[in-house]
């Protein structure tokens, strides 16, 4: 994958990685929503930044609003729809870097790779949590590796491929483990979240085939963390 750096747009607030008539790639800050949520405050999100400058750029995926990194949107309905298509049919790989709690043994194997298939469901009685599901968890696959260990600060620094695309999926699945991430208010125990400003998750790579060209692009951020 090739190295992205930001790049400024017109607006000001909005960080531009790559544009063509058909795609962007938007490098999304941690604390900002992708989608605009409920209520009045919650308006301000990068979908609208982009669209304020892109008038017909238009949401395919979403980035839980702690995390950061790599954020694709389309240019037109038509090129949405491809790319949705796209996203459900798995042809889209994406991957993220982690740090998580704990040390985390390599998984045993020549690629270094391992996988975690645990069902995931909503926590009905904590919304919008969700948790693992034998019973009611639709089937959920996360490929991760090790990078680095931090001994100092007895953390595991992750690559994580989510094969599936749960709502939360890459927390929920660091938790079950018993690794969850640094800085989660959600998924990690007090204690853990103390350990970060932030949630240290940050989406790093995206490879696609160009919905008009047919061209690979491959597109890679490195954590700000």
């Known amino acids: 994958m090739s190295e992205l750096s930001g790049e400024r747009a017109p607006s000001g607030d909005l960080a531009l990685l790559y544009a063509d008539d058909a795609l962007l790639v938007l490098d999304k800050p941690a604390g900002l929503l992708s989608v605009p949520g409920r209520g009045p405050d919650k308006q301000d999100c990068l979908a609208v930044r982009a669209q304020a400058v892109f008038h017909d750029a238009l ?7 702690a995390t950061s990194g790599l954020w694709l949107m389309a240019r037109g309905a038509n090129v949405q729809r491809q790319l949705s298509i796209a996203f459900a049919q798995r042809a889209v790989q994406k ?7 704990g040390y985390l043994a390599a998984p045993a194997g020549d690629d270094g790779w391992g996988q975690i298939d645990l ?16 019973d009611q968890g ?14 100092r600060a007895g953390t595991t620094r992750l690559e994580l491929e989510p094969v599936t695309g749960r709502s939360h999926q890459l927390r929920v699945h660091l938790q079950a483990l018993g690794h969850p991430i640094l800085g ?12 970060a400003p932030r949630l240290l998750l940050h989406a790093s790579g995206l490879r696609l085939q160009h919905p008009l060209s047919g061209k690979a692009l491959d597109f890679l951020l490195p954590p700000p963390f």
């Open 95 to 101: 991957r993220y870097v982690a740090v998580a709690a």
């Open 59 to 65: 949401v395919v995926h979403r980035l839980d609003m």
């Open 119 to 134: 069902p995931i469901a909503a926590d009905w009685p904590n919304r919008p949590l969700r948790r693992v599901d034998y």
């Open 184 to 195: 989660d208010p959600w998924y990690a125990p007090a204690a853990v979240q103390a350990l």
């Open 138 to 151: 639709k089937p959920s696959t996360t490929r991760w590796r090790v990078l680095s260990y931090d001994d």
